[in-house]
Structures are given as structure tokens and as C-alpha cells.
């Protein structure tokens, strides 16, 4: 409970400067190594970034393949790619994203909100809008966009790929 404690403090940015401070461990040789710059904050935020890209596309994805059920193959395709190139980074998201959402039910609420409207302003779109969105999406998932993320964002990878370590040398358990 006390690790729980801890970690969602990190999460609301109470304990944030606590817990920066002491990623520099007692003995160097026994803490995990992580990335320069690296921090409980900094975690949180590549976590939300790519929790983002996740719902993002899913929804947009979800939205297409039933609005234009014969892109649903080339939807599906891409999508597994993806999760499949950057699944350990994707799972690391969801994994803290979810442990958020059983704490916080606030949260849970706040991200469903966001994605119901989501959802509204596309079905609120001309018929020649949603089509042009979809053959983006379809078209990005083709081309695989979701490496033009890493190449423009790699901190964020290195973030997610280290998540774990990170919390432990700020010493704070990360959840499972």
C-alpha cells in the first residue's frame, strides 16, 4: 500500500521534486541505469503521450472500420503492425495508464468524456470529411506513421523503455 501511495503522489506531482532528487542513489553500482534526464515526471509524461496516440487511433480506427466496413482489413492490418513493432512500449502505456485509471476514478471518467466527444465530432463531420479521415488514417497505418513518432519523439520511447527503473531509482515500486 505504501509503494501504491507513493507512486500515484508521483502521478499527481506531489512527491515530483522529493523523488527527482533522489534518482542520484546512495550507491551508484546498485541503481538502475536510466536515461539522462530522466525523472518520475518525466515518465508520466511519455506515458501520457503515448496513452494518447493509443486511444487515438483505436477510436479513429474503431470509427472507420464501422463507418466504412472495407477498410476494416487495412485498418486491422496496420493496427496489429504497430502493435506489434511497438507493442513492449504500447503495453508499458497501458499498463501505468490503467493502474491510473482503478485509482482515479476521475480520471477514467475524464478520458471516457474525451473520447465520447471525440467520437461525436467525427460522426458531426460531412460524409466527404469522414471519408477523407479515414483514407489518412488508412493511409498512415500503410505507410507506418508510428515510426515517423519515434524519429521525431525518441525521448519518449527511451522514457517508456526505461519506465520501470526509472520509478525504481526514484524509489517508488512501479505498478504491475
Given at each position: ?142 505507410q507506418e506513421s508510428w515510426r515517423d513518432w519515434r524519429r521525431r ?24
Open positions: 500500500m505504501i509503494a501504491r501511495s507513493r507512486f500515484m503522489q508521483i502521478c499527481s506531482g506531489g512527491a515530483l521534486a522529493v523523488l527527482a532528487g533522489r534518482l542520484l542513489a546512495a550507491d551508484p553500482a546498485a541503481a538502475p541505469q536510466v536515461p539522462p534526464g530522466s525523472s518520475p515526471r518525466t515518465v508520466m509524461v511519455a506515458i501520457g503521450k503515448m496513452y494518447a496516440r493509443i486511444q487515438s487511433a483505436e477510436s479513429q480506427a474503431r470509427f472507420c472500420a464501422g463507418t466504412f466496413p472495407e477498410q476494416a482489413p487495412a485498418i486491422e492490418a496496420g493496427l496489429a503492425t504497430w502493435r506489434k513493432e511497438d507493442g513492449p512500449v504500447i503495453q508499458t502505456a497501458l499498463r501505468y495508464q490503467n493502474f491510473l485509471r482503478g485509482e482515479s476514478p476521475a480520471l477514467k471518467e475524464q478520458e471516457d468524456r474525451i473520447l465520447q466527444e471525440s467520437l461525436a465530432k467525427m460522426r458531426g463531420l460531412a460524409a466527404e470529411a469522414q471519408a477523407a479521415a479515414c483514407k489518412n488514417l488508412v493511409r498512415g497505418l500503410e519523439d525518441p525521448d519518449m520511447y527511451e522514457q517508456l523503455e526505461h519506465a520501470d527503473d526509472i520509478l525504481r531509482a526514484a524509489g517508488v515500486n512501479p505498478p504491475e
